[in-house]
């Protein structure tokens, strides 16, 4: 379990120091090094994940360094979106969502190998336009429901990108949004969850929140000391060594079964 608690400090150093995708290490830690089972290893990851990202949102709110505008055009559809995510989970294989949450770390990867592109202040509410913002919303909105990641790896680029938002809002906004639509999801999964005879674990959620959440304080302390560009690409090739073993650990469980079926006949 030491492993264990050792992931989720890591979980929370990484949100620290690059803002954006230690949340995606949730999943993983939660099913190979606590043995949880998928689907509640997922519900789990979405209470941990709104929770250490509603504390890292709290100095931007203080600061004023949050678009409320961005949160209800962005963040609504993407609460809505979470909360669908979640509900089609039911009809998904816990194996299923792994290979999808597989996907998404080699996605998160990519961006992360992308070289940041930063929008000057001046530039900020320019180029909004609140329906592809909203789309984009309610799209990784299911996707966050339906794999148990926060997301802000795709929500910063859309808040910069698509709302025109510099930086200093967008971390914050995104933090915030996060936290929205992980509770939108666990909500749902709280009631999925007790109807397939499976118990949340509030224990673990709990000590995983609070290791995460010191994580990210001292990951931002320490975010002005080190290179965050070296950082993102060293995180994206561990995201990418990760994202192709749980590829290799759970493409078997979809063909071995399948080879049963075919043998037996």
Not at 83 to 91: E, H, I, K, P
Not at 180 to 191: I, W
Not at 193 to 212: D, H, R, V, Y
């Amino acid at each position: 379990m030491i492993l264990a608690w050792i992931g989720a400090a890591l979980i929370g150093l990484s949100l620290g120091l690059l803002g954006s995708g230690g949340s995606i290490l949730t999943v993983p830690v939660l099913v190979y090094l606590v043995g949880e089972p998928d689907k509640l290893a997922i519900a789990e990851s979405l209470a941990i994940v709104g929770g250490i990202s509603l504390f890292g949102a709290v100095p931007y709110a203080l600061k004023k360094q949050i678009d409320g505008r961005s949160v209800v055009i962005f963040g609504m559809p993407g609460v809505l979106g979470t909360y669908l995510g979640a509900a089609m989970s039911q009809y998904v294989s816990g194996v299923v969502q792994l290979l999808l949450f597989a996907v998404v770390m080699l996605l998160a990867a990519f961006m992360m190998f992308r070289p940041a592109r930063v929008k000057p202040d001046d530039q900020g509410h320019a180029q909004r336009s609140p329906l592809k913002i909203g789309l984009e919303g309610l799209t990784v909105g299911v996707l966050t429901g339906l794999v148990g990641v926060g997301g802000g790896f795709l929500i910063i680029p859309a808040l910069v990108i698509l709302g025109g938002l510099p930086m200093s809002l967008a971390v914050g906004t995104s933090l915030l949004i996060i936290a929205a639509k992980s509770f939108s999801g666990f909500y749902k999964y709280l009631h999925l969850m007790s109807e397939q005879g499976l118990t949340i674990n509030w224990t673990l959620i709990l000590l995983f929140t609070a290791i995460g959440i010191a994580g990210s304080v001292l990951g931002s302390k320490l975010n002005s000391r080190v290179s965050n560009e070296g950082l993102r690409k060293g995180f994206a090739v561990f995201l990418v060594a990760m994202g192709v073993y749980v590829l290799g650990t759970n493409v078997p469980r979809v063909l071995v079964p399948t080879a049963a079926v075919q043998a037996a006949h």
